[in-house]
């Protein structure tokens, strides 16, 4: 089984930046795809960004597309995702999630193992 560990969540202005971070362990890392999900408030979890194995293939929301960088370094175990353009829409718990493949997927089902969460708060 994969443990996952998020980190980097914080308060920031609208149109500022964070990085965000996510040390896993157990099962092998760098055999899984990746992604990154969020939460708002009375929002259904949604699908930010998501990364193959290799880090060669990646996929990002159409309302992240361009302010967004998903990037992993499987000899330190850790996923990554860098903010940028922050708008309070953003405000939201983040978890990222392993997949049960080495392929991209945008099937929630296909995350098998989840983080606790961070919170990022954008204000206006």
């Known amino acids: 089984q994969v443990q996952l560990v998020e980190s980097g969540g914080g308060l920031v202005l609208a149109g500022g930046s964070l990085r965000l971070s996510c040390v896993a362990s157990?099962?092998?890392?760098?055999?899984?795809?990746m992604g990154w999900f969020r939460q708002a408030p009375g929002k259904k979890r949604e699908l930010v960004a998501a990364?193959?194995?290799?880090?060669?293939?990646?996929y990002y929301a159409d309302s992240v597309k361009g302010r967004f960088t998903i990037s992993r370094d499987n000899a330190k175990n850790t996923v990554f995702l860098e903010m940028n353009s922050l708008n309070p829409e953003d405000t939201a718990v983040y978890y990222c999630?392993?997949?049960?493949?080495?392929?991209?997927?945008?099937?929630?089902?296909?995350?098998?193992?989840w983080g606790q969460g961070t919170q990022v708060t954008v204000s206006s």
């Open positions: 999630s392993s997949t049960r493949s080495m392929r991209i997927t945008t099937i929630t089902n296909d995350y098998e193992f």
């Open positions: 157990g099962r092998t890392f760098s055999s899984y795809a």
């Open positions: 990364i193959s194995w290799s880090g060669s293939s990646r």
